[in-house]
T-cell receptor, first 110, second 116 residues
Framework: GQNIDQPTEMTATEGAIVQINCTYQTSGFNGLFWYQQHAGEAPTFLSY??LDGLEEKGRFSSFLSRSKGYSYLLLKELQMKDSASYLC???????????WGAGTKLIIKP | EAGVVQSPRYKIIEKKQPVAFWCNPISGHNTLYWYRQNLGQGPELLIRYENEEAVDDSQLPKDRFSAERLKGVDSTLKIQPAELGDSAVYLC??????????????FGQGTRLTVV
């Protein structure tokens, strides 16, 4: 079967750093997406990894290890507005068949 | 650039009634997705279109759900008859595979359906 695992919930402090992990077992792999979703809103795109390594975008970075079926999203200098769910999604083939994780709810405390 | 537009934002219906959702994707996006999302879960794909062709509808409960994408642009998703378990947020998304694009999906605001 196809499976994506993420922690259900994490808590961090404003100004700190947090790492949200995602492990996947899929029939194929053609890239991994991270999305942010605030409560009651639609998911918005954060990052995309298709090759191993780290992709940095401002305060957010995403890492991929294809051999380990593992990715993480790193959020630095946390702000209260970063409180949201973070969804990991794997593109399993060239036709962009996406498998989604359940999301990690991140709670930021002052 | 205008985003993905969905309507209505909210809908409350009684069970066994029909309901329809409408989606206008981003101009030029060939791929259109309909997802269902329950609270605390990730989006679940219902159907994916490439232009006007439904290329993946394996997760669509075809006994009560139907969808169409006329002229490869706007799309509608219909449920008839609705059941209590259909209460969820229905998300439409679109994407493109233009060179230089990561083919990320852009989501609409969703329609929150409540079946009572």
């Amino acid at each position: 079967g196809q499976n994506i695992d993420q922690p259900t919930e994490m808590t961090a402090t404003e100004g700190a750093i947090v790492q949200i992990n995602c492990t996947y077992q899929t029939s194929g792999f053609n890239g991994l997406f991270w999305y942010q979703q605030h409560a009651g809103e639609a998911p918005t795109f954060l990052s995309y990894n298709v090759l191993d390594g780290l992709e940095e975008k401002g305060r957010f970075s995403s890492f991929l290890s294809r051999s380990k079926g593992y990715s993480y999203l790193l959020l630095k200098e946390l702000q209260m507005k970063d409180s949201a769910s973070y969804l990991c999604a794997v593109n399993t083939d060239s036709n962009y068949q996406l498998i989604w994780g359940a999301g990690t709810k991140l709670i930021i405390k002052p | 650039e205008a985003g993905v537009v969905q309507s209505p934002r909210y809908k409350i219906i009684e069970k066994k009634q029909p309901v329809a959702f409408w989606c206008n994707p981003i101009s030029g996006h060939n791929t259109l997705y309909w997802y269902r999302q329950n609270l605390g879960q990730g989006p679940e794909l219902l159907i994916r279109y490439e232009n006007e062709e439904a290329v993946d509808d394996s997760q669509l409960p075809k006994d009560r759900f139907s969808a169409e994408r006329l002229k490869g642009v706007d799309s509608t998703l219909k449920i008839q008859p609705a059941e209590l378990g259909d209460s969820a947020v229905y998300l439409c998304a679109s994407s493109t595979r233009r060179e230089g694009s990561e083919a990320e999906a852009f989501f609409g605001q969703g329609t929150r359906l409540t079946v009572v």
